[in-house]
């Protein structure tokens, strides 16, 4: 079973978002350019200087049953749903081992599945409301549910008891990076032959004041309280900080031969990723965005990735006035003039940053977008920022060439961390 | 007012539903809360201290363990309860 540069492709997608309550809903916002940022109605908000979040779209303690439910930290919830939908979109209908194929024969083994699902900073708001609880009525009410719910690992483990994975259940954190450090994580797994299937990505759920109000005294937020709509703005001149966004996306990643050999829908291929750390701030971004070129040189060396095919990138664009600059100024530093025919989404501008789910949700939009072939629209961007010297798609989906092409998503984490993921067309 | 047999079977039996979802009317003396009810040792806390609340009852953590069934826990309520 030992391999090495084994082909890796999707064969499922599922997501949880500020846009819809699965993936097909939340491509047909990112589609139709539309904001999930919405105001902090809760009187908990109301004296903060944020009161704006991009929220889930479908609560999801409507989706699962109460019991469940109420086990779950709110970000393993959202995990959990999307991995069902991926799980159900790949063609598998119940967990590892229990599910077979025509002749009898086991459609995935336990031993041979995997589930790298990753957050930022795991179960938040289970620590704050449980300490609230100890506070409020005593010892003897805390939860005895509180440390599953509250570990980071949480989601990844429960996504790994609804499937049956045995082959390994891992959880990377690198605050923003996560998601997108947990999917390739998981395709190393598959490449060196540790596993056959894996489910992988992000989940977040830090909706509260105490992560609002840390955030925003960092001044990493937009402070846009009266136009919430418009608050996430990247690449625009105004922006003014990122928008607090929450939800999950996660793919199912599954060796070539293996998704070949029980016939499945296959989206696109998975090309590797390239890594690296800036070691120059805990929190600012490099300027010159050397750290992040170094992550695009190392995934050009590390995969057959061609930048002549390149048309599409899912940028990590959180609306923040250094970040989106430093970016595009590190994409032009490797690819030279390849970056004229890149289609840019920062789809940031609809669904808020997700921190650790980002990685997660868009990669699920850049594998939609390569799948269908359209590049989602950049919204509020009205007056481009005159450093970006880059094809941004603005107001509109941009439709993408057709032959072989390939798209590439960045995700960026305060530490420093830079992952850079690609994927082509199968 | 000391809590009947009944009540507290029926007081059992919604904290159940609550916590596992399992229908009220299969919360009966001879179940088992870990093989039959869905209530693992984590939830089992959550019952314990529900039961404690509602039929004003202490149940000392050393206790819980010989609480196996339905019928264990509610003999215990009806012996110790205020």
Request: aromatic share 4%; charged share 25%; net charge negative.
């Given at each position: 079973?030992?391999?090495?540069?084994?082909?890796?492709?999707?064969?499922?997608?599922?997501?949880?978002?500020?846009?819809?309550?699965?993936?097909?809903?939340?491509?047909?916002?990112?589609?139709?350019?539309?904001?999930?940022?919405?105001?902090?109605?809760?009187?908990r908000?109301?004296?903060?200087?944020?009161?704006?979040?991009?929220?889930?779209?479908?609560?999801?303690?409507?989706?699962?049953?109460?019991?469940?439910?109420?086990?779950?930290?709110?970000?393993?919830?959202?995990?959990?749903?999307?991995?069902?939908?991926?799980?159900?979109?790949?063609?598998?209908?119940?967990?590892?081992?229990?599910?077979?194929?025509?002749?009898?024969?086991?459609?995935?083994?336990?031993?041979?599945?995997?589930?790298?699902?990753?957050?930022?900073?795991?179960?938040v708001t289970t620590l704050l409301d449980q300490y609230d609880v100890l506070k409020e009525k005593g010892?003897?009410r805390v939860s005895?549910?509180t440390?599953?719910?509250l570990?980071?690992?949480?989601?990844?483990?429960?996504?790994?008891?609804?499937?049956?994975?045995?082959?390994?259940?891992?959880?990377?954190?690198?605050?923003?990076?996560?998601?997108?450090?947990?999917?390739?994580?998981?395709?190393?797994?598959?490449?060196?032959?540790?596993?056959?299937?894996?489910?992988?990505?992000?989940?977040?759920?830090?909706?509260h004041p105490l992560?609002?109000?840390?955030?925003?005294?960092?001044?990493?937020?937009?402070?846009?309280?009266?136009?919430?709509?418009?608050?996430?703005?990247?690449?625009?001149?105004?922006?003014?900080?990122?928008?607090?966004?929450?939800?999950?996306?996660?793919?199912?990643?599954?060796?070539?031969?293996?998704?070949?050999?029980?016939?499945?829908?296959?989206?696109?291929?998975?090309?590797?990723?390239?890594?690296?750390?800036?070691?120059?701030?805990?929190?600012?971004?490099?300027?010159?965005?050397?750290?992040?070129?170094?992550?695009?040189?190392?995934?050009?060396?590390?995969?057959?990735?061609?930048?002549?095919?390149?048309?599409?990138?899912?940028?990590?664009?959180?609306?923040?006035?250094?970040?989106?600059?430093?970016?595009?100024?590190?994409?032009?530093?490797?690819?030279?003039?390849?970056?004229?025919?890149?289609?840019?989404?920062?789809?940031?501008?609809?669904?808020?940053?997700?921190?650790?789910?980002?990685?997660?949700?868009?990669?699920?939009?850049?594998?939609?977008?390569?799948?269908?072939?359209?590049?989602?629209?950049?919204?509020?961007?009205?007056?481009?920022?005159?450093?970006?010297?880059?094809?941004?798609?603005?107001?509109?989906?941009?439709?993408?060439?057709?032959?072989?092409?390939?798209?590439?998503?960045?995700?960026?984490?305060?530490?420093?961390?830079?992952?850079?993921?690609?994927?082509?067309?199968? | 007012?000391?809590?009947?047999?009944?009540?507290?079977?029926?007081?059992?039996?919604?904290?159940?539903?609550?916590?596992?979802?399992?229908?009220?009317?299969?919360?009966?003396?001879?179940?088992?809360?870990?093989?039959?009810?869905?209530?693992?040792?984590?939830?089992?806390?959550?019952?314990?201290?529900?039961?404690?609340?509602?039929?004003?009852?202490?149940?000392?953590?050393?206790?819980?363990?010989?609480?196996?069934?339905?019928?264990?826990?509610?003999?215990?309520?009806?012996?110790?309860?205020?």
């Amino acid at each position: 079973m030992n391999a090495t540069n084994r082909t890796v492709v999707v064969t499922g997608i599922g997501a949880t978002t500020p846009l819809g309550g699965d993936s097909a809903s939340t491509w047909e916002g990112l589609l139709a350019g539309r904001s999930g940022v919405r105001p902090l109605d809760d009187e908990r908000f109301a004296d903060l200087p944020v009161r704006m979040a991009a929220t889930a779209a479908v609560e999801p303690d409507q989706v699962l049953p109460r019991p469940v439910a109420r086990k779950l930290d709110r970000s393993a919830q959202f995990a959990l749903i999307a991995a069902r939908e991926a799980w159900a979109d790949a063609g598998y209908t119940g967990p590892a081992g229990e599910d077979t194929a025509e002749d009898g024969s086991a459609l995935i083994d336990p031993d041979r599945l995997g589930t790298v699902i990753a957050s930022g900073i795991g179960g938040v708001t289970t620590l704050l409301d449980q300490y609230d609880v100890l506070k409020e009525k005593g010892v003897r009410r805390v939860s005895p549910h509180t440390v599953p719910m509250l570990m980071p690992n949480g989601p990844s483990a429960n996504v790994g008891l609804e499937v049956g994975a045995q082959a390994g259940v891992h959880t990377p954190v690198s605050a923003c990076a996560s998601g997108a450090e947990a999917i390739g994580y998981a395709v190393e797994m598959i490449r060196t032959g540790r596993a056959d299937v894996v489910v992988a990505g992000g989940t977040e759920a830090a909706i509260h004041p105490l992560p609002i109000v840390a955030f925003a005294n960092m001044m990493a937020m937009s402070k846009n309280n009266d136009e919430p709509e418009k608050a996430s703005r990247p690449y625009d001149t105004a922006r003014d900080g990122f928008v607090l966004g929450e939800g999950a996306g996660v793919v199912i990643l599954e060796s070539a031969e293996h998704a070949a050999k029980r016939g499945a829908k296959v989206y696109c291929e998975v090309l590797g990723q390239g890594l690296s750390a800036d070691s120059h701030h805990i929190a600012q971004p490099e300027p010159t965005g050397r750290g992040i070129a170094a992550a695009v040189q190392n995934l050009l060396d590390a995969t057959d990735l061609k930048p002549a095919e390149l048309v599409h990138l899912n940028a990590h664009a959180t609306s923040t006035p250094q970040g989106d600059v430093a970016e595009i100024k590190a994409l032009r530093r490797v690819l030279g003039d390849d970056v004229d025919h890149i289609a840019i989404s920062g789809t940031k501008s609809m669904t808020g940053h997700l921190l650790g789910g980002a990685g997660g949700i868009e990669t699920v939009a850049t594998v939609l977008a390569l799948y269908h072939r359209q590049a989602p629209p950049t919204i509020n961007v009205e007056n481009l920022d005159d450093e970006v010297d880059a094809d941004i798609v603005r107001d509109e989906p941009r439709k993408l060439p057709e032959g072989t092409i390939a798209a590439i998503n960045n995700s960026f984490g305060f530490g420093g961390h830079n992952v850079v993921l690609a994927f082509r067309t199968a | 007012m000391a809590a009947t047999q009944e009540e507290i079977v029926a007081g059992l039996a919604e904290i159940v539903n609550e916590i596992a979802g399992i229908p009220v009317e299969d919360v009966q003396l001879d179940k088992s809360f870990t093989d039959d009810l869905d209530v693992d040792s984590l939830s089992m806390v959550e019952v314990v201290v529900a039961a404690e609340e509602r039929f004003d009852v202490k149940i000392p953590d050393d206790d819980v363990k010989n609480l196996k069934t339905v019928g264990d826990a509610t003999k215990y309520i009806l012996e110790h309860q205020g």
